[in-house]
């Protein structure tokens, strides 16, 4: 059986409460209500309840379904290291030419899937590929924070134009370390430097 956290247990007991004093007013009006039950799941909660009223000629059940789904958002504290619940994070990739002289922005996006609950962070820093580091383009790192309700940032790092015919190179921008109420996703953004020599 699947563990409820305490805010999913008052939304329960606030649901029982408000069935009780159902049953209390359909006894009175002479309607019976004949079984009730709530069902917690991920950020879902349901109730159905079922009626009987009965007339001197017949017997009526009806039984009715209702369902209610809060905001669906990802990184709810309540949930850690529970994938279903944490926020994905992604890097795209990128590809422009190097210019001439002077360095060309090479700007990479960092998303989170959903809409943040709370503050979500994670760790980012260059390396590998053929590209060098200082000659080829400016090492870097850093740390990516989203607070609750953004889902986009980016990361600028900056390429070294040159006049020396080479083939296309490229770096890495690495994801790491993210905050425990999400998860690396896409952990590499590829950026490509194109040659225009």
Not at 57 to 83: A, Q, V, W, Y
Not at 146 to 152: D, I, R, Y
Request: negative net charge; charged residues 15%.
């Amino acid at each position: 059986m699947k563990r409820l956290d305490a805010k999913r247990v008052r939304v329960l007991l606030a649901v029982s409460f408000a069935l009780a004093v159902l049953v209390a007013l359909g006894l009175a009006a002479g309607v019976g209500v004949t079984s009730l039950s709530s069902v917690a799941e991920a950020y879902e909660y349901s109730t159905t309840i079922t009626t009987s009223t009965t007339t001197t000629t017949s017997t009526t059940t009806t039984t009715t379904p209702t369902t209610t789904k809060p905001g669906k958002g990802c990184g709810d504290k309540n949930h850690l290291h529970d994938r279903r619940f944490e926020c994905k994070i992604t890097i795209s990739d990128v590809s422009k030419k190097e210019g001439d002289s002077g360095t060309t922005a090479f700007v990479f996006t960092v998303a989170v899937s959903g809409s943040p609950t709370s503050t979500v962070t994670v760790d980012w820093a260059t390396g590998g590929g053929t590209a060098s580091p200082v000659t080829d383009y400016v090492p870097a790192n850093g740390t990516v924070s989203f607070a609750p309700g953004v889902t986009t940032k980016t990361v600028t790092i900056s390429v070294v134009g040159d006049t020396d015919p080479e083939p296309n190179e490229t770096f890495f921008v690495n994801l790491s370390n993210p905050s425990p109420n999400a998860y690396v996703l896409d952990p590499q953004g590829v950026g490509t430097i194109l040659n225009d020599d």
